[in-house]
């Protein structure tokens, strides 16, 4: 009964995993065809999310802003998907080059232009997220099958 359970927890977040790296890829692929305008850099950093139990994460933080049909918009999102990682350099590399840039092309929905983003295609975040999903959903059919047989 217990692996059942554990079976089933594996489960679900594994699709909650999956589902979101599918959602992300589909967002990466609507940005190829959005619009575009130059934008320019608010804000940016690299943030340490440390905590005693998981160690250290980073994430790039950006603030940009841009202009559609004369209104004003900012925006925060690097990529679809991006959740920084667990090493620093990376990251770091990101804040620094939008923070040394005049200006960044913005990918806006043309439909929601609120909606931007200032890099498209598959980053390494996506990657991760799909890959663990699909990790979760393999030990999730061990452990059934598992169960099954006890």
Known sequence: MKAAILGLCLFAVGVVLLTSGIRSLLMDNQALSWATTEGT???SKCVD???WDNGSSYFTHVDYRYIVAGKSYQGDRIAFGYSGGWWRR???KIADRLSSAKTVLVRYDPERPSTAVLAYGLNGSTVRTLFIGTW?????????????RS
């Open 41 to 43: 850099i608010i804000s």
């Open 49 to 51: 999310y440390s905590d």
């Open 90 to 92: 990376p990251n770091q």
């Open 136 to 148: 979760l959903l393999l030990v999730t059919a061990v452990v059934l099958l598992h169960a099954g």
